[in-house]
Each structure stands twice: as structure tokens, then as C-alpha cells.
């Protein structure tokens, strides 16, 4: 079993709909978690931490479920402009994993 | 602009070649990453930094590749006896560590520097 894990996708929504993506890992020591977008051939960039009691960005909810060890996305009212590559992020002591990430693609 | 900056950008070389890449972090952070990302796949950590002092290496790291971090600033990565395998974007990213009284590990990447080796 992979460390981390992300369906790769693509996933294809209309403008306007609403997404979820998780990510599942499997040392359950791990500590922290994240959220990073990148756009092709770009660097990643922080989209948002996640908590354990749950955190909330405007149409972004993150979400860590320690029980089942897995976190997730939600993004609400999809943009065209949230088309990109997202990341999951799990760090546990002195290791940093990242998913191979879920594209989305957001449709007019 | 105070973001993580790499240099260079781009590098073409040829097989058998050594490379250095430069990274210089966020002024105020003292954690600093390597990572090495292909295309279709996430970031693979590679190696970091606190301060001047390497705490972790992945065993992606042969001993081809070194980086240094001397005075707790800027860092480089080389590689050594270049390989087309190696052909990949080299990210680096850098963390503060502390934020007050919390410690975190939100890391904030530089561009990268695409490396082709032909």
C-alpha cells in the first residue's frame, strides 16, 4: 500500500458543481496535513491546512478523519479557475509524503 | 518580491555532467526542502534543512546528490555525474517552523529549476 493516495482522475465538473477529493494514509502517526493546488508546470502552493476538528476557506472545506486515515477536499460553486492539480500533504516525524495529487477540471 | 527563489530556472545538460541548483528561502524561515518532481507525480522529498543542519535524507538521495545549507541561508543541490534518469523539476520549498508558539509545517515553494539532461 502506498504511504499516500489520491485517485488520480481526472475529475470533469460543470461550473458550478460541487467536488470532493480524498486522500488516504497509512501511517497513522502522521501529524500533519495539507492541501496544495499547482497549475501546470507551476511550483504547488498552500491551499489550506487541516485540522482535525475540520476547517473551512470560503467554497474550500478540509477535512481529517484520524479513524479511517484519510483527509479531504470539498470544493463548493467550482470556478473554471480552480482547474489545477491538488495535493495532499501528510508529514510525520521527519517525513514529508505528497500524493501524485487529483486534476480537476472545472467545464463552462 | 520575498517568496523561496531558485536558480537557475532551467538547465540543459549533458549526461555525465555536474549541476548545481541554488534555492534561497524566506528570509524569516529556518526550515528548508528539497524535492524532486517528474511529471504525472507529486513531489518527492528528497532531503531538508534546519538551519545549517541536514536532518533527513531519502534514500532517493544516492551519493551522487549532496546539498549544503552553510550558514543557515541560502542552500544548493548538486548532482554529480549527471544521468538522464535524473531529468525531473527540483523544488524547493521552505517552512517557518514556529509560528509564535506553534510549531507548523506549511512549506512555501519556490518555481523550481527544470533540469533536462540530454
Known amino acids: 500500500r502506498k504511504e499516500v493516495e489520491q485517485d488520480p482522475g481526472p475529475f470533469n465538473v460543470p461550473e458550478g458543481a460541487t467536488v470532493a477529493f480524498n486522500c488516504t494514509y497509512s501511517?497513522?502517526?502522521?501529524?500533519?496535513f495539507f492541501w496544495y493546488r499547482q497549475d501546470c508546470r507551476k511550483e504547488p502552493k498552500l491551499l489550506m491546512s487541516?485540522?482535525?476538528s475540520g476547517n473551512e476557506d470560503g467554497r474550500f472545506t478540509a477535512q481529517l478523519n484520524r479513524a479511517s486515515q484519510y483527509i479531504s477536499l470539498l470544493i463548493r460553486d467550482s470556478k473554471l479557475s480552480d482547474s489545477a492539480t491538488y495535493l495532499c500533504v501528510v508529514i510525520g516525524y521527519q517525513k514529508v509524503t505528497f500524493g501524485t495529487g487529483t486534476k480537476l477540471q472545472v467545464i463552462p | 518580491d520575498t517568496g523561496v527563489s531558485q536558480d537557475p530556472r532551467h538547465k540543459i545538460t549533458k549526461r555525465g555532467q555536474n549541476v548545481t541548483f541554488r534555492c534561497d528561502p524566506i528570509s524569516e524561515h529556518n526550515r528548508l526542502y528539497w524535492y524532486r518532481q517528474t511529471l504525472g507525480q507529486g513531489p518527492e522529498f528528497l532531503t531538508y534543512?534546519?538551519?545549517?543542519?541536514?536532518?533527513?535524507k531519502s534514500r532517493l538521495l544516492s551519493d551522487r546528490f549532496s546539498a549544503e545549507r552553510p550558514k543557515g541561508s541560502f542552500s544548493t543541490l548538486e548532482i554529480q555525474r549527471t544521468e538522464q534518469g535524473d531529468s525531473a523539476m527540483y523544488l524547493c520549498?521552505?517552512?517557518?517552523?514556529?509560528?509564535?508558539?506553534?510549531?507548523?509545517?506549511?512549506?512555501?515553494f519556490g518555481p523550481g529549476t527544470r533540469l533536462t539532461v540530454t
Open positions: 520549498a521552505s517552512s517557518p517552523w514556529t509560528s509564535g508558539s506553534r510549531t507548523t509545517y506549511e512549506q512555501y
Open positions: 501511517n497513522s502517526a502522521s501529524q500533519s
Open positions: 487541516v485540522y482535525s
Open positions: 534543512f534546519q538551519n545549517e543542519a541536514q536532518l533527513e
